[in-house]
């Protein structure tokens, strides 16, 4: 079973930035592409990003195109999401997320981190 545990969300201010981690245990993580996904209060859960197993196909959502960066260390078997120049509607839960092929409807799931972002 695959278990994915997301790291390092908190508060930040417009213009800053952080850094999600992910770390998947129970499967082997050269199998898996890795996701971000979020979700602000009252609205719908949305991708953010993507990248193969490889690391050689990323996606971006528009709107953390040019801001984020998703990045993955076979070593640690973690996933991490560089968020820079942060905004306040990045406001959201942050959701890790693992499948075998990059999807926007993928198979396992983070419990999520909050991710807050001050004016």
């Known amino acids: 079973q695959v278990q994915l545990v997301e790291s390092g969300g908190g508060l930040g201010q417009a213009g800053g930035s952080l850094r999600l981690s992910c770390a998947l245990s129970?499967?082997?993580?050269?199998?898996?592409?890795m996701g971000w996904f979020r979700q602000a209060p009252g609205k719908e859960r949305e991708f953010v990003a993507s990248?193969?197993?490889?690391?050689?196909?990323?996606d971006y959502a528009d709107s953390v195109k040019g801001r984020f960066t998703i990045s993955r260390d076979y070593a640690k078997n973690t996933v991490s999401l560089q968020m820079n120049s942060l905004k306040p509607e990045d406001t959201a839960v942050y959701y890790c997320?693992?499948?075998?092929?990059?999807?926007?409807?993928?198979?396992?799931w983070g419990q999520g981190t909050q991710v807050t972002v001050s004016s």
């Open positions: 997320t693992a499948d075998y092929v990059p999807t926007r409807t993928p198979q396992y």
């Open positions: 990248i193969s197993w490889t690391g050689g196909s990323i």
């Open positions: 129970g499967r082997t993580f050269t199998n898996y592409a």
